[in-house]
């Protein structure tokens, strides 16, 4: 099979495609014939060996798919439409994956759209629904708003009966976070200001924060009492720290959201997830914006678009 193997750890330019061995699936695992492959930003932070999964190289990175079941593990079929979270392998011609991690695919969800679903989808599901214990009619900003979790945030927020507010980093970038359903969008630079005019004194309940940086104090400040923070992850490339106090005196939580370390030893969890998900899927409140699309030759550009923050919706490869 064809495959984007990582090289050398020296970033997105070290990713060159080869031929590969087919991936042998074990006990419990479907193998399945890639249509696409969603990018993420761990995928990015492979190529640099930053990633708590460190794999020796050369390896094949991809942790989200979109496919055709080609050997079955029970409770699927040959043939069978599928989404799937393979967690490393997925930029492959075929990947195995436990079937715990393999989600049947309505057939009205193109495979584009589905690739971009089972990392996103299911981290921002468990960042709203478990750890930030989101209710309907809550007010939600959200961060990096034009990117695959950002844009996931936003529709699931909304599907959920909450008022998001999004916060993009240019106005080019304005229009997908708007199509990902957000009220209102605000430019990252002079955010709390503007954050203020829309929500006065009172505040957000609560903030979606994949982004880090030197934004994370301003998004506290932007919280009303009891507002909780959800540190998803640091695409800005600093983590940033708290001082405490200002947490003791508004009441306020920040909340960090592990979704890949919680489903370790809850392998049921996932499968779970989507099914809470899937009606909304198949209605289309839930959609993958896709931004990008890359055959597998051009995966360094596809990586460097997130590595720059140049996004604006889901970066997707093609076998």
Not at 13 to 21: F, I, L, P
Not at 274 to 281: D, F, I, R, S
Request: glycine share 12%; hydrophobic share 45%; charged share 20%.
């Amino acid at each position: 099979m064809r495959a984007v193997q990582i090289t050398e750890l020296t970033g997105p330019d070290s990713v060159r495609v080869a031929d590969a061995e087919d991936p042998a699936p074990g006990p419990g695992q479907v193998l399945i014939e890639v249509r696409a492959a969603g990018v993420t930003f761990p995928d990015v932070l492979m190529t640099r060996g930053e990633y708590q999964i460190k794999p020796d190289p050369p390896f094949v990175p991809g942790s989200e798919v979109a496919g055709v079941v080609r050997e079955a593990a029970e409770g699927f079929e040959q043939g069978q439409r599928v989404a799937a979270f393979p967690g490393i392998g997925g930029f492959a011609e075929l990947a195995a994956v436990d079937a715990e991690r393999v989600f049947p695919l309505p057939e009205q969800v193109p495979f584009d759209a589905a690739a971009g679903m089972p990392m996103n989808y299911l981290t921002v599901h468990f960042a709203l629904a478990r750890r930030g214990r989101l209710r309907a009619g809550e007010t939600v900003l959200v961060h990096g708003a034009s990117g695959g979790v950002g844009t996931a945030a936003v529709q699931l927020a909304s599907v959920l009966g909450a008022r998001v507010i999004a916060v993009v980093s240019q106005e080019s970038k304005v229009e997908a976070a708007r199509s990902a359903g957000a009220q209102h969008v605000v430019l990252a630079e002079g955010f709390r200001d503007a954050v203020a005019e829309l929500v006065g004194k009172r505040g957000v309940d609560l903030v979606v924060d994949p982004v880090g940086g030197d934004r994370f104090t301003d998004s506290l400040r932007t919280l009303r009492d009891e507002g909780r923070l959800l540190v998803i992850g640091f695409t800005a490339g600093e983590i940033p720290t708290v001082k405490v106090n200002r947490l003791l005196l508004n009441n306020l939580d920040v909340v960090g959201v592990g979704w890949g370390a919680f489903c370790g030893s809850r392998p049921e969890y996932p499968r779970q997830q989507w099914q809470e998900l899937l009606p909304h899927v198949e209605s289309g409140g839930l959609r993958t914006l896709v931004g990008s699309t890359h055959p597998f030759q051009d995966a360094a550009h596809a990586l460097r678009e997130l590595d720059q923050r140049r996004a604006a919706g889901k970066v997707l490869l093609r076998p």
